[in-house]
């Protein structure tokens, strides 16, 4: 079946505009999870997902951050005020649980630069 | 909160030797994970090990769970340039995972 998609796979934007990132996940997956890899760096947690339960966003970085997700559809990261070291591959992944059972499958993720 | 720890950063093998990469946690782990991250791709699920001391293979790759369920390995032998990338190992924090900075590969043919 499908797998995780993300677009833009490409977002080139100027420092101070808003920009969105869009996640669909694998059908049925109840969680959602976003993260932040910087070049050559590890994957950093941003925020999750669970179903209908409040998100934890304890990963995102600052106020000009911001997530929603529909149910357990698509979700979307806002950037608002984009600043340069916002510049990153943005990675979103999907599970069919929340359990310690599941692997979290990644999308192919947004590269974000912003000049 | 969790988090694991990953020996070396990087890794520059000789084609068709073996290397072993380690993943340490300061606190048991109820399973752990490996994932790979080939250069310009994304993380890929490769195997979860849940039992303690337990030992699972995929063709030329071993992984171990240690006794204490604290640590875990990775052991690539007879490395081929498709070894090349990122393996991260990651834990079960809370409801998340916690992913370890990743050992990056290089292979020298």
């Known amino acids: 079946g499908a797998g995780v998609s993300q677009s833009p796979s490409n977002k080139v934007t100027e420092k101070g505009k808003d920009v969105e990132l869009r996640c669909d996940p694998i059908?049925?997956?109840?969680?959602l999870y976003w993260y932040r890899q910087r070049l050559g760096q590890g994957l950093e947690f941003l925020i999750y997902?669970?179903?209908?339960?409040?998100?934890?966003k304890s990963g995102l970085p600052s106020d000009r951050f911001s997530a929603e997700r529909t149910g357990e559809s698509v979700s979307t990261l806002t950037i608002q005020r984009t600043q340069q070291e916002d510049s990153a591959v943005y990675l979103c992944?999907?599970?069919?649980?929340?359990?310690?059972?599941?692997?979290?499958?990644f999308g192919p993720g947004t590269r974000l630069t912003v000049t | 909160g969790q988090q694991v720890m990953q020996i070396p950063q990087y890794q520059h093998v000789q084609e068709g030797e073996d290397f072993t990469t380690y993943c340490n946690s300061s606190?048991?782990?109820?399973?752990i994970q490996w994932y790979k991250q080939r250069p310009g791709g994304h993380p890929v699920f490769l195997i979860q090990?849940?039992?303690?001391?337990e030992v699972k293979k995929q063709k030329r790759l071993t992984f171990q769970f240690g006794e204490a369920k604290k640590n875990s390995s990775l052991h690539i032998t007879a490395t081929q340039t498709t070894d090349v990338g990122t393996y991260f190992c990651?834990?079960?924090?809370?409801?998340?995972?916690?992913f370890g900075a990743g050992t990056t590969v290089t292979v020298r043919a």
């Open positions: 606190t048991t782990l109820s399973n």
């Open positions: 997902f669970q179903g209908n339960s409040a998100p934890d």
């Open positions: 992944a999907s599970s069919p649980s929340t359990g310690d059972v599941y692997e979290q499958y």
């Open positions: 990651a834990g079960p924090g809370d409801y998340k995972l916690s």
């Open positions: 090990l849940v039992k303690s001391g």
């Open positions: 059908s049925g997956h109840t969680a």
